[in-house]
Antibody, heavy 122, light 107 residues
Framework: DVQLLESGGGVVKPGGSLRLSCAAS????????MNWVRQAPGKGLEWVSS????????WHADSVRGRFAISRDNSRNTLFLQMNNLRAEDTAVYYC???????????????WGLGTMVTVAS | EVVLTQSPATLSLSPGERATLSCRAS??????LVWYQQKPGQAPRLLIY???NRATGIPARFSGSGAGTDFTLTISSLDPEDFAVYYC?????????FGGGTKVEIK
């Protein structure tokens, strides 16, 4: 079964840091662009970051650029999101998502994890 | 940034009725438009990619159409399991963006 499982969420104070992980299984992780998408409570979906299959290229939303960093370890089939200088508006469920097809950077997301909740509050 | 505007915000319909959801882009995105379904407490589910292609396992009652800036998701006959929130997403250029969603609720 193709599966993504996020971890690392929690409660953190403004200005704090968290590192999210996403463990992938059931597919050739190293062949696909991977992504983070978030959803604030009661709100819609917001794309956060994407990383190329090799890890050489990354893209970030303006709202997180300079504070968040996406990375991956293809030997461990794991995706990461390092989140620094967290703000209240970063409070959301963070989903890890797989590109549907190999080869394209910008794609539809066909597999999503269950999400991990990040709460930024004093 | 490509802004996607979905309408209506809420659609109140009965099972068996036809649902028509709209997604309008602030600039042309060719046919690089994707649709997702999300139920409460669940992750989004891919429905349609590149305007009209159904993802694996998606029933034929779901169809997509459009091009350029105007796109439509149609559910030909609502099944009770179709009541959910639907999001469109563009994959034409960075940053990837989502619409604000349309909630399809039971009338």
């Amino acid at each position: 079964d193709v599966q993504l499982l996020e971890s690392g969420g929690g409660v953190v104070k403004p200005g704090g840091s968290l590192r999210l992980s996403c463990a992938a299984s059931g597919f050739t992780f190293s062949s696909y662009v991977m992504n983070w998408v978030r959803q604030a409570p009661g709100k819609g979906l917001e794309w956060v970051s994407s990383i190329s299959s090799s890890g050489d290229s990354a893209w970030h939303a303006d709202s997180v650029r300079g504070r968040f960093a996406i990375s991956r370890d293809n030997s461990r089939n794991t995706l990461f999101l390092q989140m620094n200088n967290l703000r209240a508006e970063d409070t959301a469920v963070y989903y890890c998502a797989k590109n549907w097809r190999e080869g394209a950077d910008q794609e539809a997301f066909d597999i999503w994890g269950l999400g991990t909740m990040v709460t930024v509050a004093s | 940034e490509v802004v996607l505007t979905q309408s209506p915000a809420t659609l109140s319909l009965s099972p068996g009725e036809r649902a028509t959801l709209s997604c309008r882009a602030s600039q042309s995105i060719s046919n690089y438009l994707v649709w997702y379904q999300q139920k409460p407490g669940q992750a989004p589910r891919l429905l349609i990619y590149d305007t009209f292609n159904r993802a694996t396992g998606i029933p034929a009652r779901f169809s997509g159409s459009g091009a350029g800036t105007d796109f439509t998701l149609t559910i030909s006959s609502l099944d009770p399991e179709d009541f959910a929130v639907y999001y469109c997403q563009q994959r034409n250029k960075w940053p990837l963006t989502f619409g604000g969603g349309t909630k399809v609720e039971i009338k």
